[in-house]
Nanobody, 123 residues
Framework: QVQLVESGGGLVQAGGSLRLSCAAS????????MAWFRQAAGKEREFVAG???????YYTDSVQGRFTISRNNAKNAVYLQMNTLKPEDTAVYYC?????????????????WGQGTQVTVSS
């Protein structure tokens, strides 16, 4: 099992930026696909961005061009740089790890989850 701890959330005005971090335990972090999901109040959890073990990245359409996912295997960490934030980006953001084949956008295929960090974007 991988333990994941997110940080970096907060309150920001529309148009601003935040950088989320996720620290992972374990010696095989580099073999995982990592992803960020988010869940707004009253809505289902949705995929935001993912990065495979080989460094390939993929995004949901609504954040393409504004968000960037990256990883540092030496630090067992994954990041989400969020620029040009919009009020509709307000949600709890979760880091997730897929110890399998990877590349999925389905939350059910991810094995381990962090506790989440709140991001609030004011208009």
């Amino acid at each position: 099992q991988v333990q994941l701890v997110e940080s970096g959330g907060g309150l920001v005005q529309a148009g601003g930026s935040l950088r989320l971090s996720c620290a992972a335990s374990g010696r095989t972090f580099s073999t995982y696909t990592m992803a960020w999901f988010r869940q707004a109040a009253g809505k289902e959890r949705e995929f935001v961005a993912g990065i495979t073990r080989s460094g390939d990245t993929y995004y949901t359409d609504s954040v393409q061009g504004r968000f960037t996912i990256s990883r540092n295997n030496a630090k067992n960490a994954v990041y989400l740089q969020m620029n040009t934030l919009k009020p509709e980006d307000t949600a709890v953001y979760y880091c997730a790890a897929d110890r399998g084949e990877g590349g999925s956008r389905l939350a059910t295929l991810y094995d381990d989850w962090g506790q989440g960090t709140q991001v609030t974007v004011s208009s």
